[in-house]
């Protein structure tokens, strides 16, 4: 039979991100820990308007008080502004000192931003400043899909005051006011957190696991109280969310949870929705197995994030960590795209976030920056400026930058009064005091060595700086340095390279950084090798023009297409496609239906039956040699060969000697060996090498590895095969044996399956390594192409090798279910033909038989409890022969 041509239109059709964005029949559920907006407690006179821009005089957080050397940045500016006017500086000066950080700066040179303001009763809702990127992100999607947002308020604040309104203060009425006004502004549904949410955030989140995601392993010690308590704290806010979020779900909607701070919620939403559509994507840094096994709750926080169809990550070494960590600590087992636990596979995938970069065009334009790069290059005159900008924490690198730039005055001493370091580090959650004394004594340090009364080599501000002050900073440098030690994405990163659209300054970026991966094109330093800081701002100040407009068209390209909505949309697709192949995932299956099978095989004119062998037609035993067949397996076997209307396989992952040996008396009967690498159809008289052209390299290292550990698991051994090896533990220690399993199959898949053609099969009491190319789906593959006049198939198998075989047969239904709907559309008139798909009719009967307890996952569609089972089958349909 001739199959149906292939065009790029019928291809595209069965491709999951094919052409425009895909449908999905409910919304989008995003989820973060916060909303994009700030809640205050407005006063009791009504405002004019529901809505308006904010006022451009919204106080900021006042700047921590440091010694003089390290200034303010909107007092510099204003000063140098002032004295071109003919000013007299002490007539703003006192108002500039007294008032928050920028203040003056912004009242004067900006009469309104972006930010919109709400209004209802005594409420006021402002729009965050927070996570600009998530935020620009998530609502991008609007434009393409109908979504909501749920996340917590955050702290509420009465106006004029920096007390928080404490939970149990705000009233249902209240609460009802602002869920209205909220949904009204943008779909978004609040959570009002209780006392909870400190213990939540400000104790698990960030005493525990932000630290450990950036490789900080705690040096404190206590009692353990505390940390039991946050824990408890974190669990009931991700239920609270969890809670939330089923309470607003719709059949068809998809939900997008955002970071650290809700690990727990996809599963906790898979326990009630297990048909849900879930995506989690943490924007922190994931650290090593070795770090995150330190995790006491490390169970529990895989487990939440496995529940999620996609999980999501900045860089690829990110997305390696957690596939580590799950079949380290879990032993899950692993597949090419994802994390395999308990029948449930979590796709895993990198998505590297980005920025909306119109939105920063916009900013950098406004009228109040160039008055301020004007100012500063005056400031600034004859001399390169180098910008950092950064929190002040410890894995921001600040220190780090700090020795970088003394070694390059040291080494470079043509460059001393001829560049300056303009550093500005923004207070964080937490007590940095330490952190800061140091920054100020390395600071003083090399101004008294390399300064003079006439020069300043870094200017140092700590503080939050006005927005037009930061782009006109990052606008008018000549490098941008960035020496994060771990940095889940850095965004400052992107903005600068939209500010230096016209200049083309470099950028020495960390490679530890999130954003390092996608940006090639920034010179790229280890921000511990102080020497290589110092060789790369050499580099960067003497480029040459050419190469500097090289570079930068290649960062802008990068930025301007890899935008915060890009990243989201990418996400959504890639979930979206996630969630349609969820019928290729493994799932529970019911009990066979034997009297439907036996009859469906009697009107079958063209049958297929294909049978795994241990644990299938025989019983798991604990030495294989004793695997043998029953005669009266033996004899239902022969029955079924002797029908002319049956081909027989039996497809197994032992070797062709044995399969001889035992069952080379049935004739008729057709063989597959070692997992399909050799066949053997009825009446040949030699197998067929499906190894040829297969790169078999890999052996000599898989086999030291696991003579590794058969050296120090006692009851373990290694059983060599022509075309995979198979280390097994079944007679060892189970505890030992287990942890041994998790151990090998780790080292494995970063020793060997992250650069080799190779696979992990994760066994009964064994792991297998074997070529990519070669498995049982792919013999099926074969035999069904062979038969496309089939009518019936029956296959049966009972573990991890036997899923190929499922998921061959299940895919094969599924496409010719798709090809055959697209050509029905495509006829006009009369019946639609009927066409195979992969050997496969739409109507084609498939019995899929996985053989385990019933609460086994599995891709087939059928299951019996034991071999047994399988066996009493085979003698009903053998004695429905001449009936």
Known sequence: MQFPSLTADKVAVLLPLAGNPPKIPGRIINVSHKIPYNIIRASSTSPPSHVEFLSSNTPSPPASPLPRRHGNVALEIQRHLNKKAGIKDDVVQDAVEAAPVSKLARHHHRSRTLRAKFYAADWTVEESRDHAALHAGIQSLRRSWETIHIGWTGPIKVKGSKKDIQPEAISEEDKKKLGNLLWETGNIVPIFLDNKS???????????????????????????????????????????????????????????????????????????????????????????????????????????????????????????????????????????????????????????????????????????????????????????IIIGRDKLDSTKGVLQKLHAFEKFLRDYPEWRNKVVLIQVTTPTHGDHSKLENKVSEIISHVNGLYGSLEFTPIHHYHQNIDRDEYYALLSVADVGMITSVRDGMNTTSLEYIICQYEKHGPLVLSEFTGTAGSLSAALLVNPFDYAGVAKALNDSLTMSADEKATRHQQLYSQVIKHSASFWANSFVKHLVSSTEERALQSHEAPVLDTENLVREYKAAKKRLLLFDYDGTLTRIVSVPKDAKPSPEMLSYLQTLCDDPLNEVWIVSGRDQSTLVEWLGEVKGLNLSAEHGCFSKPQGAKTWANNLTNVDMSWQQDVTEIFDYYTERTQGSFVEHKKSSITWHYRLADVVYGAFQAKECQNHLENAVVSKLPVEILVGKKNLEVRPLSINKGEIVKKILAQNPDADFVMCAGDDKTDEDMFKVLSAAQHMAVSHQQQLNKQENSGSPKMVPVFGLHVNTPVYSIAVGPAEKKSMANWHVRTSDDVVNALGRLATTLGK
């Open 198 to 384: 400190r213990g939540h955030y400000e104790g698990y989140c960030k005493e525990v696991l932000w630290p450990l995601f950036h490789y900080i392993v705690w040096t404190s010690t206590s009692d353990g109280r505390a940390e039991k308590q946050n824990w408890e704290d974190y669990v009931a806010v991700n239920q609270q969310f969890a809670d939330t979020i089923i309470e607003y779900y719709r059949p068809g909607d998809i939900i997008f949870i955002q970071d650290y701070h809700l690990l727990l919620v996809p599963q906790m939403i898979r326990a009630k929705l297990p048909d849900a559509a879930v995506g989690i994507f943490l924007h922190a840094t994931f650290p090593s197995s070795e770090i995150f096994r330190c995790l006491t709750t490390r169970n529990e926080i895989l487990r939440g994030i496995l529940g999620a169809n996609l999980v999501g990550f900045q860089t690829y070494s990110y997305a390696r960590h957690f596939i580590s960590s799950s079949t380290r600590v879990l032993g899950c087992e692993s597949t090419l795209t994802g994390v395999d636990l308990d029948g449930h596979v979590a796709s895993v995938d990198t998505f590297p976030i980005g920025i909306d970069a119109n939105r920063v065009h916009k900013f950098r334009k406004e009228p109040g920056v160039l008055p301020k790069m004007n100012a500063i290059r005056e400031m600034y005159a004859d001399k390169k």
